[in-house]
């Protein structure tokens, strides 16, 4: 996701939905949606991600590990003050502990708050103080991204982490442009990658869980294509940490509104270009506030 515009990924999956229907498994077909609604700063963002999808079951088992297994499709979106993306993806889950997605999106952005912004080289200055100082201007194009989803859950502790390649191309003449969902300069016309892993606990009946959150992104720049001539490739990688906290109210299978989930993430930077001192203090870090919630459209039979 993350001027206020958008939300790096905050998008989370509740440990509890890994045990979806623990007891009786999934019916043959779901109509499943996600929505969440999240809050970000530094760099400030608003965002509402949601996906509405068809799962058809593959097969049938008694094993929790592998009882959440599906392949399917449907829409995805994305929506902040400053941009949005909307597209068809699909899904494939040969077990509940691990899936794979691809999604491909139409993007545009609508000029506010100082986005979009493109620059000439991968070494040129997107800094918070250099986006403040230019006006953003309407663009649009398309983004591919494919994924994979890992949940592991022994005893109280759950580890889960998304994974995320991505190919945006901007119907525009810039090497870069400063992409605030990621908050990268990403490649235009190139290859980017971002990865979340979670290791939290879990407890309260599984309604609470804590832990930290690990996010690592680097952008693969071509030498040829996103550098100005006679200049060197720079490394503008981010990694960030720090604590995750959620507690989900309610969980009841098949239910249309389902897992309502409150969550609060702050993390400091490691790494960044310009918030480890460079423009933002490394003390300051991305704080982070969101909603989300689940269901089924179609009931358990």
Known sequence: MRAPA???ALVVSTPAAAQLLADQGPPQHRLV??????LRY?????LYSGSFTYRYRLYETPSVALRDNFVGGGLNLIASPAFVRVGPMIEVNPLTVFGLFAAVQFVQYFGTFNLYQGFPSANSNFSDTA???TAGTTANGW???FGANLQLKVGPMVIRSQARLLRPDMGTGDRIYYDQFYDLGVPNRGWFFTNDLDV???GLSNKLFAGLRYT???PFYDPSKHVAPGESVPDNSTHRVGPFLGYTFKSADGAKFNNPTVFLLIQWFLKHPY???????RALPLLGVGFQFTGDFLPVK
């Open 6 to 8: 958008l939300l790096a």
């Open 33 to 38: 949606h996600k929505n969440t609604f999240a």
């Open 42 to 46: 530094n760099p400030l963002g608003l």
């Open 131 to 133: 986006l403040k100082q």
């Open 143 to 145: 983004e591919v991204t």
């Open 200 to 202: 939290l606990w879990q």
């Open 216 to 218: 690592a992104s680097a």
């Open 275 to 281: 918030r480890t001192g460079a423009d933002v203090s």
